[in-house]
């Protein structure tokens, strides 16, 4: 069992819509989670990280965190053109020397059309 | 605040050959991490290190793979030799502390093996 699923998409919205992406994991004690934000050809941007439950708002970007769930998401809102990327998830582990590894996710290809 | 640099950017190599990557990470930040991303997947550690020491290298494959960071700042990951299942992006992360600080990212290094 993959340590972090997301679904690969992929995800298209139309500009100015909600975009939703949507993360589990397997580690029910998590307790660190991270989006990052990979345009084509380039390496892992970090946009959010979350750590206690509930939602954590930055800018037009929320994080989600249910640990009952073991369900994270990111929400974008007003989604632009620009926001047309691979989203990562990433938990990091927790125990002994794996404590500071992020195990992440495939990805979801968002593309967000004009 | 410069970010973590990486080089080269790109190298393309024959199977059997050595290869090497530096990594200066940003400045002040402990723990450095190199990881590898294959096409349509997920960073994956290779191996983290707390200043001098590498407290995780579980996931090194020992037999070709090396790394070293000498007085705690920049590292060096090398393979010998290469073979074409190591063709993937080579990335280098820090983070303030001691694993428990959010990671950032270089632009990463494309190794091509023909």
């Known amino acids: 069992q993959k340590e972090v699923e997301q679904n690969s998409g992929p995800l298209s919205v139309p500009e100015g819509a909600i975009a939703s992406l949507n993360c589990t994991y397997s580690?029910?004690?998590?307790?660190?989670f991270f989006w990052y934000r990979q345009y084509s050809g380039k390496s892992p941007e970090l946009i959010m990280f979350?750590?206690?439950?509930g939602d954590k708002e930055d800018g037009r970007f929320t994080a989600q965190l249910n640990k009952a769930s073991q369900y994270v998401s990111l929400l974008i809102r007003d989604s632009q053109p620009s926001d047309s990327a691979t989203y990562l998830c990433a938990v990091r582990g927790r125990r002994g020397s794996t404590l500071g590894r992020l195990y992440f996710g495939r990805g979801t290809q968002l593309t967000v059309w004009p | 605040e410069a970010g973590v640099v990486q080089s080269p950017r790109y190298k393309i190599i024959e199977k059997k050959q050595p290869v090497a990557f530096w990594c200066n990470p940003i400045s002040g930040h402990n723990t450095l991490y190199w990881y590898l991303q294959n096409l349509g997947q997920g960073p994956e550690l290779l191996i983290r290190y707390e200043n001098e020491e590498a407290v995780d290298d579980s996931q090194l494959p020992k037999d070709r793979f090396s790394a070293e960071r000498l007085k705690g700042v920049d590292s060096t990951l090398k393979i010998q030799p290469a073979e074409l299942g190591d063709s993937a992006v080579y990335l280098c992360?820090?983070?303030?502390?001691?694993?428990?600080?959010?990671?950032?990212f270089g632009p990463g290094t494309r190794l091509t093996v023909t």
């Open positions: 979350i750590y206690s439950n």
């Open positions: 580690d029910r004690g998590s307790q660190s």
């Open positions: 992360a820090s983070s303030p502390g001691t694993g428990d600080g959010e990671q950032y």
